[in-house]
């Protein structure tokens, strides 16, 4: 017999159906297991704290995503305040590299390339298959926005993996199909 949604059983009964699915959103947001991790034991945590909330939602899995994606912003937002605070004040700043990425680039170090919004867009509409309209409401901005944000994102990840050979098969018979972008 399941337990009632709103108990603490329910929650607990809920964590263990959403927890990978919510892990494996948190990972293509963060681009690391460790910060997943973290950042769905978080999700988690909030949605305890505020599980009668959470259960008068119609949809307390896409409440639980909405959670994850905005505490990554939030904790985007503040290490990046952190960081400009440490170097305004005479810090080291972030540490540079040199070295250009390799052709074998993945799909998540260029995700990781992406602005902390503009990826959550991306994975949200593209990886998670939400509607333009969801995406908006979960990042509470206009569908314009999501629309713009995703063409240029898509456009940034494109240039930065390369050429359309990268997308297709190495099989001959299927040269047809290859093209350079832009012609």
Not at 61 to 88: G, W
Not at 115 to 125: G, I, Q
């Amino acid at each position: 017999m399941p337990s009632p949604l709103g108990t603490e059983a329910g929650f607990e009964e809920f964590a263990r159906s959403a927890q990978t699915r919510l892990y494996r959103t948190a990972y293509l947001l963060c681009g690391d297991a460790e910060t997943a991790r973290d950042l769905t034991q978080t999700t988690l945590a909030k949605l305890f704290q505020h599980w009668r909330r959470a259960t008068a939602a119609d949809h307390p899995h896409a409440y639980a995503k909405t959670v994850l994606t905005r505490t990554f912003l939030a904790e985007r937002r503040r290490r990046l305040r952190d960081l400009l605070a440490f170097t305004k004040t005479g810090g080291l700043g972030p540490a540079r590299t040199t070295e250009q990425p390799d052709l074998r680039v993945t799909l998540l170090a260029a995700l990781a390339e992406l602005p902390p919004r503009a990826r959550a867009m991306v994975v949200l509409r593209y990886w998670e298959d939400l509607s333009v309209e969801t995406v908006a409401s979960l990042l509470r901005c206009s569908e314009a926005t999501v629309k713009s944000q995703c063409s240029r994102s898509l456009a940034r990840l494109r240039e930065h993996l390369g050429e359309a050979e990268l997308y297709t098969s190495a099989d001959p018979r299927l040269d047809h199909h290859r093209h350079p972008i832009g012609s």
